[in-house]
């Protein structure tokens, strides 16, 4: 599986040298899947890093300071239930502007979803595996079941006038020394007609991940989230609703 | 070979060819566990590998020539014997003038992704870096066309940098390219830990005690910023404020980003070869290892910048026991990479 930030490369030289053929119709373009970050539709960028400006769904005042998480298998589905395979992870990082996605030679149709794995799936989450995210330190822990973190959503909660810190940390689930539980879950949002080459912006709601279906206390689960089982199986739940179809360009 | 040939068949008419000569490339020794687990090493796109490069670097590097009144080399604050730091807190410079920092130890640093060095990130690249020590007043103390001009007029230095650059003109870029190469190979990849991965080892069961320990989001829960046995750096090279004083009087990343959300954020240094290059922390207050695991467990202050990840401030650390400390320290140092140290290929040439 690759890295799609490496992908684009590659695909972009083969796109130039179909260019020298003169080919009359086209029949495919590329895609540049955007991931922008709001909070209950206000945008969230780095430059709102650290300042405790949100309120979460349990009335708790909160910042954000780390934003990263990863994506895989991508998929396009058709109305005739066939669908478009994009193999390959992103590693969603705020802090370093990395994304995006870019694809290409994505066939030209009308797409009635996008599907994508939050994190990896059992298959994909191989312990080391992934040379460019164990540069990045992005492992997860073999005493909790090995692979990679699939987010780390960082920064301070007020409780009342003190500062805490919380540390919501996703990856495999611990149900016991050794008995470990995947906890990856796929996203399923509206899909596109796919004409020209085009820009589709993927939002997450970071707002939703403390709220729906689960109202999230951070006086309850702060840090140390990683060996808890309660608070993985709660993230993957609230995970659900966090991601839509923006703008499609 | 073909090179070998024109250059050996110009015989003393190599400088009419410049353009013809290529040093010989010289592809760094890349630790098994680094070549499996991460990605390439950054070498600069025009400033390749050379052997002749990496002499010369090695050359200037232990040599005082560089500094304002010639006494001081880098490896005065770079010594192979502390895996290229400073025992001593501050290191002095040429006028007696000391600094606020602590000399950082120099290994694995071409796999620094970001390329951001010193303790603030504020240089971008080994060449950028090598800039600054010989103008820096409290240091070397020097100008670079003073320098420029001491090697000059050097009796070796001209052939030797022809010989590294296809060129006997002699600018900081070429000084500063050269340095980088040699720091580029300096790459500690053979500790008692890398042994055990590589399964040619059996640690002590304090040892993997203490790996456990760190890899324990309730005990040390040092793996965030320090790797895993994945990453063979044990850094994320990333900046972080890991709760050292209450009252931040050198703000470290924020006088670079000008961010007040960055101050008192300092590089995570590599816990590789703990056990050579003590003091510990930014501006070298810890003497021991001992401190630095206390400075985790009991000893956080807390700071409008604080990482997240000392997520044990309200009650001042992470709460080790004893024994647990004895472990995780006793896992660090088999870390120690003793051959790294030793390599005659990194010490004096001079």
Redesign the interface.
């Given at each position: 599986m690759k890295n799609l930030k490496l992908f684009l490369i590659t695909i972009t030289i083969i796109t130039m040298n179909s260019c020298d053929n003169d080919d009359p119709v086209a029949t495919t373009g590329s895609i540049r899947f955007d991931f922008t970050h709001n909070w209950d539709g206000d945008n969230v960028t780095t430059d709102d890093?650290?300042?405790i400006q949100f309120t979460n769904a349990n009335g708790d005042p909160m910042s954000v300071?780390?934003l990263r998480y990863l994506i895989s298998n991508i998929f396009l589905h058709k109305a005739d239930g066939s669908s478009i395979a994009i193999d390959g992870y992103l590693l969603v990082d705020l802090s370093t502007q990395s994304t995006f996605a870019f694809v290409s030679n994505i066939p030209f149709d009308t797409y009635t979803s996008i599907s994508f794995t939050f994190g990896f799936n059992e298959a994909d989450n191989t312990?080391?595996f992934y040379?460019?995210l164990?540069?990045?330190?992005w492992?997860w822990?073999?005493?909790?079941g090995g692979g990679y973190h699939f987010m780390q959503l960082?920064?301070?909660y007020l409780d009342t006038t003190v500062?805490?810190?919380?540390?919501y940390h996703m990856g495999t689930a611990r149900v016991s020394p050794g008995v470990f539980e995947a906890n990856h879950f796929e996203i399923s949002i509206d899909g596109f007609t796919h004409a020209n080459d085009a820009v589709i912006e993927i939002k997450m709601n970071i707002a939703e991940w403390f709220k729906n279906p689960y109202t999230w206390d951070l006086e309850v689960y702060?840090?140390?989230l990683?060996?808890n089982y309660d608070a993985q199986i709660l993230m993957n739940q609230n995970g659900d609703s966090v991601f839509s179809l923006g703008e499609v360009n | 070979m073909v090179v070998g040939f024109l250059f050996s068949s110009c015989g003393e008419n190599e400088i009419v060819l410049p353009n013809t000569y290529e040093p010989t490339p010289l592809p760094l020794k890349i630790p098994p566990l680094f070549a499996e687990k991460i990605l390439d090493p950054v070498i600069p796109f025009n400033n390749p590998q050379t052997v002749e490069g990496v002499a010369l670097g090695r050359k200037l590097f232990y040599d005082p020539i560089l500094s304002g009144d010639g006494s001081q080399s880098c490896s005065d604050c770079h010594a192979p014997e502390n895996a290229f730091t400073d025992a001593d807190r501050f290191s002095v410079g040429i006028d007696g003038d000391i600094g606020n920092r602590n000399s950082m130890p120099i290994f694995n640093q071409a796999w620094n992704y970001d390329e951001n060095f010193f303790w603030d990130g504020r240089s971008f690249g080994l060449e950028g870096q090598a800039l600054e020590p010989v103008k820096n007043p409290i240091e070397m103390h020097n100008t670079w066309v003073n320098a420029m001009a001491s090697l000059q007029s050097h009796t070796d230095y001209p052939d030797l940098f022809f010989q590294a650059f296809g060129t006997s003109t002699i600018d900081s870029s070429l000084v500063t390219k050269a340095i980088a190469q040699f720091e580029r190979t300096l790459i500690s990849g053979n500790s008692r830990f890398d042994k055990h991965l590589l399964g040619t080892l059996t640690l002590t069961p304090q040892e993997l005690n203490g790996f456990d320990i760190f890899m324990d989001e309730t005990k040390g829960d040092c793996f965030h910023c320090h790797g895993n046995a994945n990453n063979p750096l044990w850094t994320d090279n990333i900046f972080h404020n890991n709760g050292l004083d209450a009252v931040i009087t050198d703000i470290g990343l924020g006088a670079v980003t000008g961010n007040p959300a960055d101050n008192g954020k300092f590089k995570s240094p590599s816990i590789r070869n703990l056990q050579f290059t003590a003091p510990y922390m930014h501006d070298g207050r810890f003497a021991t290892i001992d401190e630095v695991i206390n400075h985790y467990s009991e000893g956080l202050q807390n700071s409008p910048t604080i990482d997240p990840l000392m997520k044990a401030i309200a009650t001042g650390g992470v709460q080790l026991t004893n024994d647990e400390k004895e472990a995780l320290k006793a896992f660090l140092l088999s870390l120690s990479d003793s051959e790294f140290i030793n390599n005659p290929n990194f010490q004096n040439p001079n």
């Open positions: 890093f650290n300042i300071s780390k312990d080391g040379s460019d164990n540069a990045a330190s492992n822990p073999e005493m909790l960082e920064g301070k500062e805490k810190p919380y540390a702060n840090t140390t990683m060996p | -």
